[in-house]
């Protein structure tokens, strides 16, 4: 079955700063993977997404993430982190059926 | 182009109502899907509709239901409502493939008192 795993619930990191968010998939086949952001009172927006060719895809915002299928992670980063970063952010696969799969998000706290 | 609307935005209802939820999704896609988010289970999936036709159904009771119209728009029907039911429901709409992304609405905040 397919799953999505974020193990940080929160994080907090200082203004300039540089961020890694974990995402971990568990999927048989190639996986379609997403990355979302959600600020408070907000639907999601999509930052970046992956289903073929280069493993480190570039996203909106500044962000990045790169596909390591010997890991099954699918890692968020931007080298620094500003205010306005501050949100929820979840990983997400589709499987074949056209099914979304979420993790369970991770909020980012930034500070000055 | 517009994006994803969600309609109402806030809705409050009590026990036992139902309510009815509308999603226009972005011109051209025929896809609508359906998530509940709530701070204890997060993003769960509830149904996909692609052509007016159910696609993909999530876990969840025959209290959820959905229709899409042949203009791509969407509505969610919960009937007989619980507390539990208190949740954001967001709808995305996307084109028709898996590796097409899903834009998402604001969303509809339900409160079941």
């Known amino acids: 079955a397919q799953s999505v795993t974020q193990p940080d619930i929160h994080i907090t990191v200082s203004e300039g700063a540089s961020l890694e968010l974990r995402c971990n998939y568990s999927y048989g086949a190639t996986p379609y993977l997403f990355w979302y952001v959600q600020s408070p009172g907000q639907g999601l927006q999509l930052l970046l997404k992956?289903?073929?060719?280069?493993?480190l895809v570039q996203g909106i915002k500044g962000f990045e993430a790169e596909f390591k299928r010997s890991q099954s992670s699918f890692n968020l980063r931007k080298p620094s982190v500003h205010w306005s970063d501050a949100a929820e952010y979840f990983c997400?696969?589709?499987?074949?059926?056209?099914?979304?799969?979420f993790g369970t998000g991770t909020s980012l706290t930034v500070i000055p | 182009k517009a994006g994803v609307t969600q309609t109402p935005r806030y809705l409050i209802k009590t026990r036992g109502q139902q309510v009815t939820l509308s999603c226009s999704p972005i011109s051209g896609h025929r896809s609508v899907s359906w998530y509940q988010q709530t701070p204890g289970q997060g993003l769960q999936f509830l149904f996909e509709?692609?052509?007016?036709?159910?696609?993909n159904k999530g876990n969840f009771p025959g209290r959820f239901s959905g229709r899409q119209f042949s203009n791509s728009r969407s509505e969610m029907n919960v009937s007989t409502l619980e507390l539990g039911d208190s949740a954001l429901y967001l709808c995305?709409?996307?084109?028709?493939?898996?590796?097409?992304?899903?834009?998402f609405g604001p969303g509809t905040r339900l409160t079941v008192l």
């Open positions: 992956y289903f073929s060719g280069d493993t």
């Open positions: 997400a696969v589709v499987n074949t059926g056209n099914q979304f799969y």
């Open positions: 509709y692609f052509s007016e036709t159910q696609r």
């Open positions: 995305a709409s996307s084109l028709e493939d898996r590796e097409d992304p899903r834009f």
